[in-house]
């Protein structure tokens, strides 16, 4: 790579991958921080984001568990969990890159977490139907009192009983940008969006929480734009992108320009709950700017798969 201009790297890392349980994310942002100085020694300028899924669900489940033993604790807004997790998530993963860091002899690189609030569009039409589960499995009777008292949406779930769902809208705005680009200029290591992002409304001079869950890739694709990056790494649990995947005819793809992927995505080969927003997201980061690659692969290939040796490529044809 060359040495006198980093390739500026925007990873997404999902809240799966970082457990469940206040132990499990301890010993997986121990891994995960691995894997991000790897980048930094290849010489990559990089900006972390993660989802928060296990561990806003935990949050969000302690708070209304609180609002119901104690009559006079208030129900505690999504918006707010949100932001916990985010503070709880950076802090595990602010000490493990440091202390990698740190094993490795860097000392010169600052690590810093930037609770992120991100702009929601009221209008947004994912606000009209509400599809995205949070929290813990109800019954009948709870879902029903639920609806009732905090007016929660809530939806049977397979059979295995009923959960709160939200919006997941579009996101419009990332609020601390100028605060995020200063730190990533100065030479830090900045964890930001965490979770999609705190969604808020503006009324006037005001940012309100919203009960909404934003889609950690397409905040991601959004702060890359934002950043002006390179590369977008969004991480998943498989190593390339397949199309026909689970069948016999099964391919893994090592690269896609941006109109072979809409038409696979045309074709209804990516999940919608899964695969489908990571290749969404890497076409809108790929088209944003000529020059921009987006890669989907494992966190364990990070480094191989910017050294082109691994992964999942997507780029302008």
Not at 101 to 119: E, L, W
Request: hydrophobic share 40%.
């Amino acid at each position: 790579m060359n040495a006198k201009k980093k390739k500026r790297i925007v990873i997404a890392l999902g809240g799966n991958a970082l457990g469940s349980t206040l132990t499990e994310q301890m010993t997986a942002a121990k891994k995960t921080a691995k894997a991000i100085i790897d980048l930094l020694q290849e010489g990559c300028e990089v900006i972390v984001t993660h989802g928060n899924g296990p561990q806003v669900g935990m949050i969000n489940h302690a708070m209304a568990a609180l609002s119901r033993e104690d009559q006079t604790q208030p129900n505690t807004p999504l918006s707010v969990c949100v932001a916990m997790s985010q503070a709880y998530i950076g802090y595990d993963l602010q000490n493990a890159l440091r202390e990698e860091m740190y094993n490795r002899d860097i000392f010169d690189i600052p690590v810093a977490t930037m609770v992120t609030q991100v702009r929601v569009d009221p209008e947004d039409p994912a606000f009209d139907e509400p599809t995205k589960p949070i929290g813990h499995f109800m019954t009948k009777d709870q879902a029903a009192y639920a609806a009732r008292k905090y007016g929660y949406v809530v939806k049977e779930d397979a059979g295995r009983g009923y959960r709160r769902v939200v919006a997941s809208p579009l996101p419009q705005e990332i609020i601390e940008i100028g605060a995020i680009e200063t730190l990533v200029n100065s030479g830090q290591l900045v964890i930001a969006c965490g979770g999609g992002g705190i969604p808020v409304m503006r009324h006037g001079n005001h940012l309100k929480g919203a009960s909404a869950v934003i889609d950690k890739d397409f905040v991601s694709e959004r702060l890359a734009e934002d950043l002006h990056a390179d590369y977008l790494i969004i991480l998943t649990a498989v190593e390339k992108v397949a199309i026909h995947f689970g069948q016999p005819t099964e391919t893994w793809l090592e690269d896609m320009t941006t109109d072979t992927a809409k038409k696979y995505m045309a074709d209804g080969e990516f999940a919608a709950g899964s695969m489908l927003p990571k290749v969404q997201a890497a076409v809108k980061f790929a088209e944003s700017k000529p020059g921009r690659t987006a890669l989907i692969t494992l966190l364990s290939k990070a480094r191989a798969g910017i050294l082109g040796q691994t992964g999942t490529r997507i780029h302008l044809p």
